[in-house]
């Protein structure tokens, strides 16, 4: 399973970025995917996923901001990400976790899109 993660670039406060994540190969029941974010010098945190059934979970200091959604049909995953802040400013990296036929969990990475916020 390939992720191609794109979207990502540089804007200043205030604006807004979409990053887009297309799953390819071989994709077995997906369980969720999701977006996750690392700012130089901290450890990699989530920043939201979608879960199979469409349900969602962000972490609380992005609630109101940013959103994410999928679209099945093309095995994509997005975030919007509005108001952005240079705090914002991190690699987002796209994740997906799937279960395949035999019931073994895998779970894949993304390239990293580099997000940079300009103050």
């Known amino acids: 399973v390939q992720l191609q993660a794109s979207g990502g670039g540089l804007v200043q406060a205030g604006g807004s970025l979409r990053l887009s994540c297309a799953a390819s190969?071989?994709?077995?029941?997906?369980?969720?995917m999701g977006w996750y974010r690392q700012a130089p010098g901290k450890q990699r945190e989530l920043v939201a996923a979608?879960?199979?059934?469409?349900?969602?979970n962000y972490a609380d200091s992005l609630k109101g901001r940013f959103t994410i959604s999928k679209d099945n049909a093309k095995n994509t995953v997005y975030l919007q990400m509005n108001s952005l802040k240079s705090e914002d400013t991190a690699v987002y990296y796209c994740?997906?976790?799937?279960?395949?036929?035999?019931?073994?969990?895998?779970?894949?990475w993304g390239q990293g899109t580099q997000v940079t916020v300009s103050s």
């Open positions: 994740n997906v976790r799937m279960t395949s036929t035999t019931m073994r969990v895998y779970e894949y």
């Open positions: 190969g071989t994709i077995f029941s997906i369980n969720t």
């Open positions: 979608v879960t199979g059934g469409c349900r969602t």
